[in-house]
């Protein structure tokens, strides 16, 4: 090999070869990196219509809850790396799961924001929308999270209080 001159096309191709196979091996070790995909049984749901859990549900769930549908790329690193990393953030600062052990503030100021956020489509996140067109909501969905965003107000008292475990089917 070494000895005879090799021409730019091989060298070329040796490089190219040499930087496949490093970026296989990067790619397969990568996959040995643990990633926590955690999911759990909550303390209870936000006790709205059951259209509104319905939007919620379809469009919200997968990053605002310990319900999560772990897609397929979730399991592929560095994919899944970014999905994790997004629903432990999302969960973070609102998890609709957890819904009946915040305090009566915390769910009023949450469900006030639901509104603005989706009716300005940053939620939910526009890259999650590709991949689950299902989510995508429609005029009416926004106008059913608008007023139930709207009517915060009328958020049940908080973990302290009654409504320790509200349901679907005390919708109002
Ligand atoms: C793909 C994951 C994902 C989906 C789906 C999603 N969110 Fe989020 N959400 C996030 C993340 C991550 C944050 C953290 C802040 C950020 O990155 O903007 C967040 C933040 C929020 C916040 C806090 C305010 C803010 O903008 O920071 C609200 C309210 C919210 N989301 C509501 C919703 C609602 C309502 C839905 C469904 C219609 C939804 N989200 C769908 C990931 C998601």
Redesign the pocket.
């Known amino acids: 090999m070494g000895w005879v001159p090799v021409g730019h096309k091989r060298r070329v191709k040796r490089y190219a070869t040499i930087a496949t196979l490093f970026l296989t091996l990067v790619l397969v070790a990568i996959q040995f990196v643990p990633v926590r995909r955690t999911n759990r049984l909550g303390a209870g749901y936000p006790d709205s219509s059951s259209e509104v859990q319905w939007?919620?549900r379809r469009?919200?769930y997968?990053?605002?809850s310990t319900e999560t549908r772990w897609p397929i790329w979730a399991y592929v690193a560095p994919m899944s790396w970014l999905v994790v990393r997004?629903?432990d953030?999302?969960r973070e600062?609102?998890n609709f799961s957890d819904w009946a052990a915040y305090g009566h503030r915390r769910r009023v100021a949450?469900r006030t924001?639901?509104g603005p956020?989706?009716a300005g489509h940053?939620?939910?996140?526009w890259?999650?929308l590709t991949l689950?067109p299902d989510?995508r909501?429609s005029d009416r969905d926004l106008a059913t999270?608008e007023a139930w965003s709207r009517d915060a107000a009328a958020e049940p008292p908080g973990a302290d209080g009654s409504s320790a475990d509200p349901g679907v089917s005390r919708s109002r």
Do not use: F, G, K, N
């Not at 940053?122 to 996140?125: C, D, S, V």
């Open positions: 939007i919620l469009a919200c997968d990053c605002h997004d629903v953030r999302a600062i609102l949450l924001m639901v956020v989706t940053r939620m939910p996140l890259y999650y689950h989510a909501l999270l």
